[in-house]
């Protein structure tokens, strides 16, 4: 099994709120340079939903939801350039805040196997960066 990059924060949100917000992703990117995200099919997010980032210039990354359990757990698969991530994002209640952790196996394809703990180490870095946005996100939306 790939090594896995793990990332976590605390948000001041209610564990419905955050869980929502990931649900959303359509309507929620958190990362910047995404130009639009389509989610087939529409309607509820549910196991098998599929978000495509268009990210210009051709570049497109998508993530799809493999298991949902409401409030706790979404894990998904990915196709990121040469990567094929797969990995969870987990909540727990902490003291009326959200732990939001993520784990994630990149999965590099090719010559990138080689590199994997570089692969890694930037992958970190991009998950710590994508949490801070998402924590960001949704404080900025007022506390309850």
Do not use: C, Y
Not at 45 to 66: I, L
Not at 84 to 101: I, M, V
Not at 128 to 134: C, E, F, G, S, T
């Amino acid at each position: 099994m790939s090594p896995t990059v793990h990332s976590a924060t605390t948000i001041a949100r209610p564990v419905e709120d955050v869980f929502q917000f990931l649900l959303d992703l359509d309507k929620n990117a958190s990362d910047p340079g995404v130009e639009s995200v389509a989610k087939t099919p529409t309607g509820p997010t549910v196991p098998g939903t599929t978000f495509r980032f268009d990210h210009g210039r051709g570049r497109e990354t998508t993530m799809r939801f493999t298991a949902i359990e409401p409030n706790r757990t979404i894990e998904f698969r990915g196709e990121v350039g040469p990567l094929r991530p797969a990995g969870d994002f987990s909540l727990e209640r902490a003291d009326g805040q959200t732990r939001l952790a993520v784990r994630v196996a990149p999965n590099p394809s090719g010559a990138l196997k080689l590199v994997s703990p570089i692969v890694n180490r930037i992958g970190r870095r991009v998950w710590d960066k994508r949490l801070a946005r998402i924590k960001e996100a949704l404080e900025g939306k007022g506390s309850s």
